[in-house]
């Protein structure tokens, strides 16, 4: 049975950092490329970050240069460093794992999804 979970949302200030992380089970993870999705209310499910399984990556345009996100296969788990955020990061982050790195950014073509981790950028 496949798992990803997702741990580390929460409540931050503007300017503050919070670290994301999705532990994966019942997959191959080291053959996965890894994704952070995230979905604010009213908007659709966006790609925030994605890393393949090579230790490519790349970012939403939205982020570049305040976010990272990170792997290790040998805890079976991805990283999304989120560093200067804003009111409008604001949504569920979802872990995602495909097989494939080139369509990481069609939310349809995931394989797998965690169920999600709340991040609320407020003072």
């Known amino acids: 049975q496949v798992q990803l979970v997702e741990f580390g949302g929460g409540l931050v200030q503007p300017g503050g950092s919070l670290r994301l992380s999705c532990e994966a089970s019942g997959i191959i993870f080291s053959i996965y490329a890894m994704g952070w999705y995230r979905q604010a209310p009213g908007n659709q499910r966006e790609l925030v970050a994605a890393?393949?399984?090579?230790?490519?990556?790349n970012y939403a345009d939205s982020v570049k240069g305040r976010f990272t996100i990170s792997r290790d296969n040998a805890k079976n788990t991805v990283y999304l460093q989120m560093n200067s955020l804003k009111p409008e990061d604001t949504a569920v982050y979802y872990c995602?794992?495909?097989?494939?790195?080139?369509?990481?950014?069609?939310?349809?073509?995931?394989?797998?999804w965690g169920k999600g981790t709340l991040v609320t950028v407020s003072s």
């Open positions: 995602a794992a495909n097989r494939l790195m080139v369509t990481m950014k069609n939310a349809n073509l995931m394989d797998y």
């Open positions: 890393i393949g399984s090579g230790g490519s990556t």
